[in-house]
Nanobody, 123 residues
Framework: QVQLVESGGGLVQPGGSLTLSCAAS????????MGWYRQAPGKQRELVAR???????NYADSVKGRFTISRDNAKNTVSLQMNSLKPEDTAVYSC?????????????????WGLGTQVTVSS
């Protein structure tokens, strides 16, 4: 199976910046797409940004122009650069990856999730 580990969350003032990183690890796998989701207290989880292997991206309207997702296919990592942060960006941010991994007998698809990292935007 494939594991995802996030890093980079924390407390930042409004208007500040943070970079989240996510690294995928496993024995033999291929990543089709990676992305970031967030969930604020009392709200449903929502897609923040997503990037596919070819490099195409999509963003939530609320973060367009402020957040940038990037991916290193060789290192199996994805990053989210967050600028001009607002209090409403406060949430637990989770990394997600659509992967295919080898079980030893066949290739199997998996929707992988990290444990999440807290981002708090407050003065």
């Amino acid at each position: 199976q494939v594991q995802l580990v996030e890093s980079g969350g924390g407390l930042v003032q409004p208007g500040g910046s943070l970079t989240l990183s996510c690294a995928a690890s496993g024995v033999r796998f291929s990543i089709n797409a990676m992305g970031w989701y967030r969930q604020a207290p009392g709200k449903q989880r929502e897609l923040v940004a997503r990037i596919i292997r070819g490099g195409s991206t999509n963003y939530a309207d609320s973060v367009k122009g402020r957040f940038t997702i990037s991916r290193d296919n060789a290192k199996n990592t994805v990053s989210l650069q967050m600028n001009s942060l607002k209090p409403e960006d406060t949430a637990v941010y989770s990394c997600n990856a659509d992967v295919t991994y080898y079980t030893g007998s066949y290739w199997r698809g998996q929707d992988s999730w990290g444990l999440g990292t807290q981002v708090t935007v407050s003065s």
